[in-house]
């Protein structure tokens, strides 16, 4: 990793501090708190995240990480380096939260027995693993969250995240979305930004509760790009999906073109006299499976197939209706900023 892409670590001043009474720098800010469960009597290090200290083993950290290894290099040839109980003190920029998960995963390399990791954990092994180059935990990370956000139509569920890979929890779809932004990971956006859409819109402007009663909200460029989404796929319905509905699309060989052409009628009603719901651009057939046993038989094997070449172009085309490029450029180390501005966004909705 180059020096360019290494985490601001910084440590604090010891010129003009005094020295507490346990031999550790006095500084002004929040009440330190010593973490119960990574705070180690022999550790070798304080890693200090926000007001929470971790003492821990250099040689754990720096087996792992070439960042914290750097670090630990660096902090041996310094004069000025401030010690609590014996051991130098490294602060970091990442939150208490992150990093307590970060390096309890260093030293346990698993989750609690019989559990799913939690998104909270998850995001804490995306973001610090490729902060501090621990590729093992960035690519299990991103391992997880590509098998619940997928980029092919086979893997993908249409009604909502099957959560396999990690346990389901309030508002995250939307921390999903907002990591994906953040980290440029454009491979799970179109999928994650399809499971949002089929949300309420008073969930879409006001957020999603997390179970520690903060609200997990939507950036507002991203939630303009995924309305334009919405309106665009929800305009594909009818000419794309649901073709095979429309008054005179039966199959050549329909043995009863009336009735069928009537019971297409009906479910044309069914689908758009209210609210259409956007879940049906991907839905297969078996959502429609009692109106389609009253076509006849050849009517009922065209829909199936009209459906699912409609399901195909809808899914090719998903990044380009939330402003992505294309799911070869998603799918990329490098695939650029994201959201796309409103002009551009307009054109790929079109």
């Given at each position: 990793m180059s020096a360019e892409e290494q985490p601001p670590l910084k440590r604090p001043r010891t010129s003009d501090d005094s020295e507490g009474p346990s031999g550790s720098t006095e500084q002004s800010g929040p009440e330190l708190v010593r973490s119960e469960e990574l705070w180690f009597e022999d550790g070798s290090v304080i890693i200090q995240a926000e007001s929470t200290q971790f003492r821990v083993h250099k040689t754990i950290l720096a087996r792992s990480s070439s960042i914290f290894r750097d670090i630990f290099e660096i902090g041996e040839q310094s004069a000025s380096e401030a010690v609590v109980d014996g051991c130098p003190v490294v602060h970091v920029s990442d939150s208490a939260v992150e990093m307590h998960h970060f390096l309890l995963l260093l030293y346990d390399q698993k989750y609690a027995p019989g559990k799913l990791p939690t998104l909270t954990q998850i995001m804490a092994m995306l973001r610090l693993g490729r902060k501090y180059d621990v590729d093992f935990l960035y690519q299990e990370a991103l391992r997880r969250l590509q098998f619940e956000f997928p980029?092919?139509?086979?893997?993908?569920?249409?009604?909502?995240?099957?959560?396999?890979?990690?346990?389901?929890?309030?508002?995250?779809?939307?921390?999903?979305?907002?990591?994906?932004?953040?980290?440029?990971?454009?491979?799970?956006?179109?999928?994650?930004?399809?499971?949002?859409?089929?949300?309420?819109?008073?969930?879409?402007?006001?957020?999603?509760?997390?179970?520690?009663?903060?609200?997990?909200?939507?950036?507002a460029e991203v939630l303009q790009t995924l309305l334009i989404g919405l309106d665009?796929?929800?305009?594909?319905?009818?000419?794309?999906?649901?073709?095979?509905?429309?008054?005179?699309?039966?199959?050549?060989?329909?043995?009863?073109?009336?009735?069928?052409?009537?019971?297409?009628?009906?479910?044309?009603?069914?689908?758009?006299?209210?609210?259409?719901?956007?879940?049906?651009?991907?839905?297969?057939?078996?959502?429609?499976?009692?109106?389609?046993?009253?076509?006849?038989?050849?009517?009922?094997?065209?829909?199936?197939?009209?459906?699912?070449?409609?399901?195909?172009?809808?899914?090719?085309?998903l990044p380009q209706f939330f402003g992505l490029e294309s799911w070869d450029r998603a799918l990329s180390p490098d695939p650029g900023p994201w959201p796309m501005d409103s002009h551009d966004l307009a054109t790929c909705a079109e």
């Open positions: 980029s092919t139509l086979a893997a993908f569920n249409p009604g909502q995240p099957v959560y396999k890979q990690f346990s389901w929890q309030p508002g995250a779809l939307f921390d999903v979305v907002t990591l994906a932004q953040e980290m440029r990971i454009h491979s799970i956006l179109p999928a994650a930004l399809f499971y949002c859409a089929a949300l309420p819109l008073k969930a879409l402007f006001s957020g999603l509760a997390r179970e520690d009663a903060t609200i997990a909200t939507i950036p665009a796929l929800l305009g594909s319905l009818g000419h794309i999906s649901l073709k095979w509905i429309r008054g005179n699309a039966g199959s050549p060989l329909c043995d009863s073109p009336q009735s069928c052409k009537n019971w297409r009628v009906t479910l044309l009603e069914i689908v758009f006299k209210v609210k259409p719901d956007v879940r049906l651009c991907l839905a297969d057939t078996r959502g429609f499976d009692a109106i389609l046993g009253f076509l006849c038989r050849s009517c009922r094997k065209h829909a199936r197939s009209e459906h699912q070449i409609g399901r195909g172009e809808i899914w090719q085309s």
